[in-house]
T-cell receptor
Framework: SQTIHQWPATLVQPVGSPLSLECTVEGTSNPNLYWYRQAAGRGLQLLFYSVGIGQISSEVPQNLSASRPQDRQFILSSKKLLLSDSGFYLC??????????FGQGTRLTVV | GQNIDQPTEMTATEGAIVQINCTYQTSGFNGLFWYQQHAGEAPTFLSYNVLDGLEEKGRFSSFLSRSKGYSYLLLKELQMKDSASYLCAVRVMDTGRRALTFGSGTRLQVQP
């Protein structure tokens, strides 16, 4: 069966510090991978998606970047965090089924 | 782009039935999803509709009318554990993207 791992679960970082969130998927090959962000009490905003290794598409301009160095690994990064980067970050994957499967999420607080 | 609307909050009583509506405006519609999200947790899949009509799965049912751009999620025999946010999401027919676009979610509070 397929599983998705995302870490860390919570993170507190100072303004201006770098960020690296990692997501890995097991039990499937060539998945579509996604990073979403959810502000408090809001819906999910798509940040990045990837249909293959090295292929990244950005949905909105922002202070973040994404990379896919391996088929089942998706990384969200920032060189210098802003206060506005605080939120709940969710990695997700989809394959032959049309629905998306989500990781446990990372609660990021920038202070 | 896509526009998805759903009520912000709803309150219902344990044991009752509640209907959460979702309207959407999009081109290239390719399916509508409902997810449940408890506070601080990841969304979990509830239902999927791509054709008009009702899909039933236990206490949960979802309805779709593509001509009206309308869906609802029906929860029967409400339990306290059903208190959560319910997210409506639309998929469009984009060969590359395949991502879901989410509404802001409806926060349901089930009261005793």
């Amino acid at each position: 069966s397929q599983t998705i791992h995302q870490w860390p679960a919570t993170l507190v970082q100072p303004v201006g510090s770098p960020l690296s969130l990692e997501c890995t998927v097991e039990g499937t090959s060539n998945p579509n991978l996604y990073w979403y962000r959810q502000a408090a009490g809001r819906g999910l905003q798509l940040l990045f998606y990837s249909v293959g290794i090295g292929q990244i598409s950005s949905e909105v301009p922002q202070n973040l970047s994404a990379s896919r160095p391996q088929d089942r690994q998706f990384i969200l990064s920032s060189k210098k965090l802003l206060l506005s980067d605080s939120g709940f970050y969710l990695c997700a994957w989809s394959g032959g089924e049309r629905r998306a499967f989500f990781g446990q999420g990372t609660r990021l607080t920038v202070v | 782009g896509q526009n998805i609307d759903q009520p912000t909050e709803m309150t219902a009583t344990e044991g009752a039935i509640v209907q959460i509506n979702c309207t959407y405006q999009t081109s290239g519609f390719n399916g509508l999803f409902w997810y449940q999200q408890h506070a601080g947790e990841a969304p979990t899949f509830l239902s999927y509709n791509v054709l008009d009509g009702l899909e039933e799965k236990g206490r949960f049912s979802s309805f779709l009318s593509r001509s009206k751009g309308y869906s609802y999620l029906l929860l029967k025999e409400l339990q306290m554990k059903d208190s959560a946010s319910y997210l409506c999401a639309v998929r469009v027919m984009d060969t590359g993207r395949r991502a879901l676009t989410f509404g802001s979610g409806t926060r349901l509070q089930v009261q005793p």
